[in-house]
Protein backbone atom coordinates (compact mmCIF):
# COMPACT_ATOMS: atom_id res chain seq x y z
CA UNK A 1 0.00 0.00 0.00
CA UNK A 2 2.88 2.25 0.60
CA UNK A 3 4.51 2.07 -2.52
CA UNK A 4 1.34 2.65 -3.88
CA UNK A 5 0.99 6.11 -1.96
CA UNK A 6 4.04 7.36 -2.74
CA UNK A 7 3.41 6.81 -6.55
CA UNK A 8 -0.14 8.60 -6.72
CA UNK A 9 0.25 12.31 -6.89
CA UNK A 10 -3.48 13.17 -5.35
CA UNK A 11 -1.34 11.78 -2.01
CA UNK A 12 1.95 13.88 -2.98
CA UNK A 13 -0.43 16.98 -3.17
CA UNK A 14 -2.62 16.44 0.00
CA UNK A 15 0.85 15.70 1.85
CA UNK A 16 2.03 19.10 0.71
CA UNK A 17 -1.37 20.82 1.71
CA UNK A 18 -1.19 18.87 5.00
CA UNK A 19 2.25 20.69 5.23
CA UNK A 20 0.59 24.32 5.18
CA UNK A 21 -2.68 23.55 7.04
CA UNK A 22 -1.60 21.11 9.78
CA UNK A 23 0.04 23.66 11.69
CA UNK A 24 -2.39 26.63 10.84
CA UNK A 25 -5.13 24.70 12.05
CA UNK A 26 -3.42 23.65 15.27
CA UNK A 27 -2.05 27.52 16.16
CA UNK A 28 -6.22 28.94 15.67
CA UNK A 29 -7.55 25.54 18.08
CA UNK A 30 -4.85 26.26 20.60
CA UNK A 31 -5.60 30.51 20.30
CA UNK A 32 -9.39 29.50 20.56
CA UNK A 33 -8.76 27.66 23.30
CA UNK A 34 -6.87 29.73 25.17
CA UNK A 35 -8.71 32.52 25.44
CA UNK A 36 -11.31 30.14 26.71
CA UNK A 37 -9.98 28.21 29.39
CA UNK A 38 -6.88 30.66 29.79
CA UNK A 39 -4.47 27.77 30.26
CA UNK A 40 -2.00 27.26 27.23
CA UNK A 41 -1.25 23.92 28.41
CA UNK A 42 -4.71 22.97 28.00
CA UNK A 43 -5.13 24.96 24.84
CA UNK A 44 -1.98 22.51 23.67
CA UNK A 45 -3.27 19.41 24.34
CA UNK A 46 -6.87 19.87 23.28
CA UNK A 47 -5.09 21.72 20.10
CA UNK A 48 -3.09 18.27 19.63
CA UNK A 49 -6.27 15.99 20.21
CA UNK A 50 -8.72 17.63 17.65
CA UNK A 51 -5.47 17.67 14.90
CA UNK A 52 -4.94 14.54 15.73
CA UNK A 53 -8.34 13.50 14.54
CA UNK A 54 -8.96 15.99 11.73
CA UNK A 55 -6.25 14.70 10.34
CA UNK A 56 -7.33 10.72 10.93
CA UNK A 57 -10.54 11.55 9.19
CA UNK A 58 -9.11 13.73 5.98
CA UNK A 59 -6.67 10.29 5.91
CA UNK A 60 -9.36 7.68 6.01
CA UNK A 61 -11.20 9.56 3.71
CA UNK A 62 -8.77 10.03 1.18
CA UNK A 63 -7.66 6.50 1.84
CA UNK A 64 -11.03 5.11 1.00
CA UNK A 65 -12.67 7.50 -2.03
CA UNK A 66 -8.70 7.00 -3.93
CA UNK A 67 -8.24 3.20 -2.90
CA UNK A 68 -7.45 0.84 -5.30
CA UNK A 69 -9.82 -1.73 -4.37
CA UNK A 70 -13.56 -0.47 -3.51
CA UNK A 71 -14.07 0.69 0.15
CA UNK A 72 -16.00 -1.95 2.33
CA UNK A 73 -19.10 -0.55 4.23
CA UNK A 74 -17.50 -0.81 7.58
CA UNK A 75 -14.76 1.62 6.60
CA UNK A 76 -16.87 4.04 5.41
CA UNK A 77 -18.89 3.91 8.84
CA UNK A 78 -15.19 4.16 10.51
CA UNK A 79 -14.64 7.63 7.96
CA UNK A 80 -18.38 8.58 10.01
CA UNK A 81 -17.58 7.57 13.30
CA UNK A 82 -13.77 9.55 12.99
CA UNK A 83 -15.58 12.54 11.68
CA UNK A 84 -18.50 12.61 14.21
CA UNK A 85 -15.53 12.33 17.04
CA UNK A 86 -14.21 15.81 15.79
CA UNK A 87 -17.36 18.04 16.91
CA UNK A 88 -17.95 15.76 20.18
CA UNK A 89 -14.56 16.35 21.38
CA UNK A 90 -14.24 19.93 20.72
CA UNK A 91 -18.15 20.65 22.52
CA UNK A 92 -16.38 18.40 25.40
CA UNK A 93 -13.17 20.36 25.65
CA UNK A 94 -14.77 23.46 24.96
CA UNK A 95 -17.52 22.89 28.54
CA UNK A 96 -14.48 21.14 30.19
CA UNK A 97 -12.62 24.36 29.55
CA UNK A 98 -15.61 26.16 31.51
CA UNK A 99 -15.88 23.59 34.44
CA UNK A 100 -18.81 21.98 33.61
CA UNK A 101 -19.18 18.26 35.70
CA UNK A 102 -18.08 15.60 33.91
CA UNK A 103 -21.18 13.82 33.43
CA UNK A 104 -22.71 16.98 31.19
CA UNK A 105 -19.45 17.21 29.47
CA UNK A 106 -19.96 13.60 28.36
CA UNK A 107 -23.34 13.86 27.97
CA UNK A 108 -23.07 16.68 25.58
CA UNK A 109 -20.10 15.15 23.47
CA UNK A 110 -22.33 11.71 22.83
CA UNK A 111 -25.24 13.96 22.24
CA UNK A 112 -22.84 16.17 19.60
CA UNK A 113 -21.53 13.28 18.36
CA UNK A 114 -24.54 11.41 17.40
CA UNK A 115 -26.37 14.36 16.14
CA UNK A 116 -22.70 14.98 13.59
CA UNK A 117 -23.07 11.41 12.68
CA UNK A 118 -26.59 11.85 11.21
CA UNK A 119 -25.51 14.40 9.61
CA UNK A 120 -22.31 13.11 8.39
CA UNK A 121 -24.49 9.89 6.77
CA UNK A 122 -24.20 11.84 3.27
CA UNK A 123 -20.52 10.82 2.98
CA UNK A 124 -21.39 7.06 2.89
CA UNK A 125 -23.41 8.11 -0.37
CA UNK A 126 -20.85 9.82 -2.25
CA UNK A 127 -17.65 7.97 -1.26
CA UNK A 128 -19.45 4.78 -2.63
CA UNK A 129 -20.42 6.70 -5.63
CA UNK A 130 -17.16 8.61 -6.42
CA UNK A 131 -15.13 4.93 -6.30
CA UNK A 132 -16.04 3.21 -8.71
CA UNK A 133 -15.36 6.40 -11.34
CA UNK A 134 -11.48 5.17 -10.98
CA UNK A 135 -9.72 2.18 -11.89
CA UNK A 136 -9.65 -0.44 -9.06
CA UNK A 137 -8.29 -3.32 -8.52
CA UNK A 138 -9.75 -7.16 -8.12
CA UNK A 139 -7.62 -9.79 -6.01
CA UNK A 140 -10.14 -11.73 -4.32
CA UNK A 141 -13.62 -13.00 -4.61
CA UNK A 142 -15.16 -10.44 -2.09
CA UNK A 143 -13.58 -7.87 -4.24
CA UNK A 144 -15.40 -8.88 -7.39
CA UNK A 145 -18.20 -9.42 -5.61
CA UNK A 146 -18.42 -5.88 -4.11
CA UNK A 147 -17.42 -4.39 -7.06
CA UNK A 148 -20.04 -6.29 -9.50
CA UNK A 149 -22.69 -5.08 -7.69
CA UNK A 150 -21.61 -1.42 -7.09
CA UNK A 151 -21.58 -0.98 -11.03
CA UNK A 152 -24.34 -3.40 -12.07
CA UNK A 153 -26.35 0.08 -12.05
CA UNK A 154 -24.51 2.55 -14.93
CA UNK A 155 -24.17 5.79 -13.99
CA UNK A 156 -26.80 8.11 -14.98
CA UNK A 157 -25.92 11.34 -13.95
CA UNK A 158 -25.20 14.11 -16.75
CA UNK A 159 -22.87 15.56 -14.65
CA UNK A 160 -20.55 12.47 -14.34
CA UNK A 161 -17.49 12.86 -17.26
CA UNK A 162 -18.39 10.20 -19.95
CA UNK A 163 -14.63 9.16 -19.31
CA UNK A 164 -15.50 8.39 -15.77
CA UNK A 165 -18.59 5.96 -16.66
CA UNK A 166 -16.40 4.09 -19.02
CA UNK A 167 -13.99 3.40 -15.98
CA UNK A 168 -17.12 2.08 -14.62
CA UNK A 169 -17.93 0.05 -17.02
CA UNK A 170 -14.37 -1.05 -17.22
CA UNK A 171 -14.90 -1.93 -13.04
CA UNK A 172 -17.84 -4.08 -14.04
CA UNK A 173 -16.40 -6.21 -16.52
CA UNK A 174 -13.24 -6.50 -14.29
CA UNK A 175 -15.04 -7.61 -11.94
CA UNK A 176 -17.31 -9.91 -13.99
CA UNK A 177 -13.97 -11.32 -15.39
CA UNK A 178 -12.34 -12.03 -12.10
CA UNK A 179 -15.73 -14.05 -10.84
CA UNK A 180 -15.85 -15.88 -14.14
CA UNK A 181 -11.97 -17.37 -13.75
CA UNK A 182 -12.60 -18.35 -9.93
CA UNK A 183 -15.77 -19.77 -10.31
CA UNK A 184 -15.86 -21.26 -13.92
CA UNK A 185 -19.33 -19.15 -14.66
CA UNK A 186 -19.04 -18.26 -18.54
CA UNK A 187 -21.73 -16.39 -19.17
CA UNK A 188 -20.28 -13.77 -16.83
CA UNK A 189 -17.35 -13.84 -19.48
CA UNK A 190 -19.15 -13.60 -22.40
CA UNK A 191 -20.99 -10.14 -20.65
CA UNK A 192 -17.97 -8.74 -20.08
CA UNK A 193 -16.47 -8.79 -23.28
CA UNK A 194 -18.32 -5.92 -25.13
CA UNK A 195 -18.14 -4.12 -21.86
CA UNK A 196 -14.14 -4.64 -22.21
CA UNK A 197 -14.23 -4.00 -26.14
CA UNK A 198 -16.32 -0.92 -25.64
CA UNK A 199 -13.69 0.55 -23.42
CA UNK A 200 -10.51 -0.25 -25.36
CA UNK A 201 -12.08 1.76 -28.28
CA UNK A 202 -13.25 4.71 -26.36
CA UNK A 203 -11.60 7.87 -27.76
CA UNK A 204 -12.13 9.90 -24.77
CA UNK A 205 -10.20 8.08 -21.86
CA UNK A 206 -6.51 8.13 -20.78
CA UNK A 207 -4.91 5.76 -23.30
CA UNK A 208 -3.29 3.88 -20.05
CA UNK A 209 -6.87 3.16 -19.39
CA UNK A 210 -7.03 2.10 -22.57
CA UNK A 211 -4.22 -0.55 -22.36
CA UNK A 212 -5.33 -1.60 -19.27
CA UNK A 213 -8.85 -2.95 -20.71
CA UNK A 214 -6.75 -3.79 -23.56
CA UNK A 215 -5.03 -6.35 -21.29
CA UNK A 216 -8.26 -7.69 -19.31
CA UNK A 217 -9.62 -8.20 -23.02
CA UNK A 218 -6.73 -10.64 -23.77
CA UNK A 219 -6.92 -12.52 -20.34
CA UNK A 220 -10.72 -12.90 -20.60
CA UNK A 221 -10.32 -14.34 -23.95
CA UNK A 222 -7.23 -16.61 -22.76
CA UNK A 223 -9.28 -18.13 -20.07
CA UNK A 224 -12.61 -18.58 -23.19
CA UNK A 225 -9.53 -20.83 -25.23
CA UNK A 226 -8.61 -22.79 -22.21
CA UNK A 227 -12.39 -24.02 -21.88
CA UNK A 228 -12.37 -24.55 -25.81
CA UNK A 229 -13.54 -21.02 -26.78
CA UNK A 230 -12.41 -19.71 -30.31
CA UNK A 231 -8.49 -18.39 -30.25
CA UNK A 232 -9.93 -15.43 -33.31
CA UNK A 233 -10.92 -13.76 -30.66
CA UNK A 234 -7.84 -14.02 -28.29
CA UNK A 235 -5.50 -13.11 -31.54
CA UNK A 236 -7.90 -10.20 -32.62
CA UNK A 237 -7.52 -8.71 -28.87
CA UNK A 238 -3.69 -9.12 -28.99
CA UNK A 239 -3.54 -7.27 -32.29
CA UNK A 240 -5.87 -4.60 -30.55
CA UNK A 241 -3.85 -4.47 -27.55
CA UNK A 242 -0.83 -4.09 -30.04
CA UNK A 243 -2.30 -1.31 -32.15
CA UNK A 244 -2.73 0.65 -28.76
CA UNK A 245 1.19 0.42 -27.88
CA UNK A 246 1.99 1.56 -31.38
CA UNK A 247 -0.34 4.57 -30.81
CA UNK A 248 0.92 5.43 -27.57
CA UNK A 249 4.97 4.24 -27.36
CA UNK A 250 5.30 6.39 -23.82
CA UNK A 251 3.47 4.33 -21.68
CA UNK A 252 5.79 2.51 -19.71
CA UNK A 253 6.13 -0.91 -19.79
CA UNK A 254 3.55 -1.84 -22.28
CA UNK A 255 5.84 -3.37 -24.97
CA UNK A 256 7.10 -6.06 -22.78
CA UNK A 257 3.54 -7.00 -21.71
CA UNK A 258 3.03 -7.27 -25.44
CA UNK A 259 5.24 -9.28 -25.76
CA UNK A 260 4.00 -11.73 -22.81
CA UNK A 261 0.54 -11.87 -24.24
CA UNK A 262 1.96 -12.75 -27.67
CA UNK A 263 3.76 -15.66 -25.89
CA UNK A 264 0.71 -16.92 -24.33
CA UNK A 265 -1.20 -16.79 -28.10
CA UNK A 266 2.13 -18.82 -29.38
CA UNK A 267 1.15 -21.11 -25.93
CA UNK A 268 -1.87 -21.67 -26.88
CA UNK A 269 -0.66 -22.67 -30.82
CA UNK A 270 1.27 -25.39 -28.88
CA UNK A 271 -1.28 -26.99 -26.89
CA UNK A 272 -3.74 -26.63 -29.69
CA UNK A 273 -1.11 -28.35 -32.35
CA UNK A 274 0.06 -31.00 -29.42
CA UNK A 275 -3.74 -32.22 -29.59
CA UNK A 276 -4.10 -32.06 -33.33
CA UNK A 277 -0.91 -34.23 -33.18
CA UNK A 278 -2.40 -36.70 -30.92
CA UNK A 279 -5.56 -37.18 -32.21
CA UNK A 280 -4.06 -37.74 -35.77
CA UNK A 281 -1.73 -40.59 -34.15
CA UNK A 282 -4.72 -42.34 -32.45
CA UNK A 283 -6.73 -42.17 -36.27
CA UNK A 284 -3.06 -43.55 -38.10
CA UNK A 285 -2.43 -40.82 -39.71
CA UNK A 286 1.10 -40.05 -40.24
CA UNK A 287 1.39 -37.40 -42.26
CA UNK A 288 -1.11 -35.31 -40.26
CA UNK A 289 0.89 -36.05 -37.06
CA UNK A 290 4.20 -35.15 -38.84
CA UNK A 291 2.34 -31.57 -40.16
CA UNK A 292 1.52 -31.34 -36.48
CA UNK A 293 3.94 -31.45 -34.56
CA UNK A 294 6.09 -29.33 -36.79
CA UNK A 295 3.69 -26.36 -36.01
CA UNK A 296 3.68 -27.29 -32.31
CA UNK A 297 7.80 -27.00 -32.41
CA UNK A 298 7.22 -23.76 -33.86
CA UNK A 299 4.80 -22.19 -31.74
CA UNK A 300 7.11 -23.80 -28.96
CA UNK A 301 10.00 -21.68 -30.70
CA UNK A 302 7.68 -18.59 -31.29
CA UNK A 303 6.90 -19.00 -27.54
CA UNK A 304 10.72 -18.47 -25.72
CA UNK A 305 11.62 -15.98 -28.35
CA UNK A 306 8.70 -13.52 -27.48
CA UNK A 307 9.26 -14.21 -24.07
CA UNK A 308 13.09 -13.64 -24.02
CA UNK A 309 12.04 -9.89 -25.55
CA UNK A 310 9.30 -9.50 -22.90
CA UNK A 311 12.40 -9.96 -20.09
CA UNK A 312 14.85 -7.49 -22.16
CA UNK A 313 12.31 -5.17 -22.19
CA UNK A 314 11.80 -5.47 -18.55
CA UNK A 315 15.03 -5.25 -17.32
CA UNK A 316 14.02 -2.26 -15.64
CA UNK A 317 10.86 -3.56 -13.56
CA UNK A 318 11.75 -6.19 -11.07
CA UNK A 319 8.33 -7.99 -10.90
CA UNK A 320 8.04 -8.12 -14.26
CA UNK A 321 11.20 -9.29 -14.57
CA UNK A 322 10.72 -11.89 -12.02
CA UNK A 323 7.56 -13.01 -13.70
CA UNK A 324 9.06 -13.97 -17.21
CA UNK A 325 11.99 -15.50 -15.94
CA UNK A 326 9.59 -17.95 -14.26
CA UNK A 327 7.48 -18.12 -17.28
CA UNK A 328 10.40 -19.01 -19.33
CA UNK A 329 12.26 -21.39 -16.96
CA UNK A 330 8.72 -23.46 -16.74
CA UNK A 331 9.08 -22.90 -20.44
CA UNK A 332 12.44 -24.49 -20.85
CA UNK A 333 12.05 -27.26 -19.04
CA UNK A 334 9.63 -28.71 -21.15
CA UNK A 335 11.95 -28.58 -23.87
CA UNK A 336 12.39 -32.44 -23.82
CA UNK A 337 8.98 -32.82 -24.16
CA UNK A 338 7.82 -30.60 -27.41
CA UNK A 339 11.51 -30.74 -29.18
CA UNK A 340 13.38 -33.43 -27.52
CA UNK A 341 16.05 -30.99 -25.74
CA UNK A 342 17.09 -31.71 -22.13
CA UNK A 343 17.14 -27.74 -21.03
CA UNK A 344 15.54 -28.54 -17.20
CA UNK A 345 18.80 -26.93 -15.48
CA UNK A 346 18.36 -24.20 -17.59
CA UNK A 347 14.77 -23.67 -16.66
CA UNK A 348 15.77 -24.76 -12.91
CA UNK A 349 17.95 -21.78 -12.95
CA UNK A 350 15.71 -19.34 -14.63
CA UNK A 351 12.92 -20.28 -11.84
CA UNK A 352 15.90 -19.97 -9.12
CA UNK A 353 16.54 -16.54 -10.36
CA UNK A 354 13.19 -15.24 -10.17
CA UNK A 355 13.20 -16.36 -6.10
CA UNK A 356 16.45 -14.29 -6.12
CA UNK A 357 14.83 -10.98 -6.46
CA UNK A 358 12.91 -9.09 -3.64
CA UNK A 359 10.38 -8.69 -6.25
CA UNK A 360 9.95 -12.45 -6.49
CA UNK A 361 9.55 -13.13 -2.86
CA UNK A 362 7.24 -10.98 -2.63
CA UNK A 363 3.73 -11.91 -0.79
CA UNK A 364 2.04 -11.12 -3.98
CA UNK A 365 4.70 -13.39 -6.20
CA UNK A 366 6.15 -16.08 -3.67
CA UNK A 367 3.52 -18.83 -4.37
CA UNK A 368 3.27 -18.54 -8.02
CA UNK A 369 7.27 -18.46 -8.06
CA UNK A 370 8.32 -21.26 -6.24
CA UNK A 371 5.20 -23.45 -7.43
CA UNK A 372 6.92 -23.16 -10.91
CA UNK A 373 10.69 -23.75 -9.56
CA UNK A 374 8.67 -27.21 -8.29
CA UNK A 375 7.41 -27.35 -11.64
CA UNK A 376 10.62 -27.31 -12.80
CA UNK A 377 12.54 -29.58 -10.32
CA UNK A 378 9.79 -31.95 -11.08
CA UNK A 379 10.07 -31.91 -14.84
CA UNK A 380 13.78 -32.60 -14.08
CA UNK A 381 13.13 -35.66 -11.93
CA UNK A 382 11.01 -36.86 -14.80
CA UNK A 383 14.00 -36.59 -16.86
CA UNK A 384 17.21 -37.29 -14.96
CA UNK A 385 15.52 -39.70 -11.87
CA UNK A 386 17.37 -37.52 -9.25
CA UNK A 387 15.83 -38.00 -5.83
CA UNK A 388 17.20 -34.71 -5.05
CA UNK A 389 14.88 -32.54 -7.14
CA UNK A 390 12.07 -34.70 -5.96
CA UNK A 391 12.88 -34.21 -2.34
CA UNK A 392 13.01 -30.39 -3.02
CA UNK A 393 10.21 -29.72 -5.23
CA UNK A 394 8.03 -31.72 -2.18
CA UNK A 395 9.51 -29.48 0.12
CA UNK A 396 8.09 -26.64 -1.59
CA UNK A 397 5.21 -27.74 -2.38
CA UNK A 398 3.84 -29.40 0.95
CA UNK A 399 4.20 -25.74 1.90
CA UNK A 400 2.18 -24.14 -0.59
CA UNK A 401 -0.93 -26.82 0.13
CA UNK A 402 -0.95 -24.41 2.87
CA UNK A 403 -1.90 -21.17 0.66
CA UNK A 404 -5.24 -22.48 -0.27
CA UNK A 405 -6.73 -22.79 -3.18
CA UNK A 406 -5.84 -21.72 -6.30
CA UNK A 407 -2.32 -22.90 -5.19
CA UNK A 408 -3.31 -25.49 -2.95
CA UNK A 409 -5.19 -27.60 -5.81
CA UNK A 410 -2.05 -27.07 -8.05
CA UNK A 411 0.59 -28.01 -5.81
CA UNK A 412 -1.37 -31.43 -4.50
CA UNK A 413 -1.39 -32.32 -8.42
CA UNK A 414 2.41 -31.88 -8.75
CA UNK A 415 3.05 -33.53 -5.03
CA UNK A 416 0.43 -37.04 -7.08
CA UNK A 417 2.89 -36.56 -10.20
CA UNK A 418 5.98 -37.09 -8.14
CA UNK A 419 4.12 -40.06 -6.01
CA UNK A 420 3.62 -41.78 -9.16
CA UNK A 421 7.64 -40.82 -11.43
CA UNK A 422 8.98 -42.32 -8.30
CA UNK A 423 6.97 -45.47 -8.92
CA UNK A 424 9.17 -45.13 -12.37
CA UNK A 425 12.51 -44.48 -11.08
CA UNK A 426 12.03 -46.69 -7.85
CA UNK A 427 10.90 -49.93 -9.67
Not at 217 to 230: K, S, T, W
Request: net charge neutral; charged share 20%.
Amino acid sequence: MMSRILADHRWHRLGRAAALLVPAFFAVVWAGFWGVSHDPWYAAGAAVALTVVAAAGVTLTAAGAWGERLTPRWRINLVVVVWSLLPALLVALILAARGWPVVAVIGCGVVTGALAGLSYRRVRGRMAALQPVFVLSVDTISDAELLRAATDEPVDDPRVPSGQKAIQRLNHARALTFLALRNGDFDRLVDALPLLRAVVLDPDLDPAVNLLAARDLMDAHNLLVQYGGDGAGYRDAIALFAQLVRENPGIEGAQAVLHEYQAGYQQYLVTQATDEAVAAQKAGDQAATTRALDRMRTAWTATEQELVQALQLASEHEELTAQYLTELGVLVSSAWTCLGEDRSDEGVELCRQALSLRAGRSRAQRPRNELMLAGALTDRYDQRGRERDADEAEGLLNRLVQQGNPVEARAREMLLRIALLRGKWRP
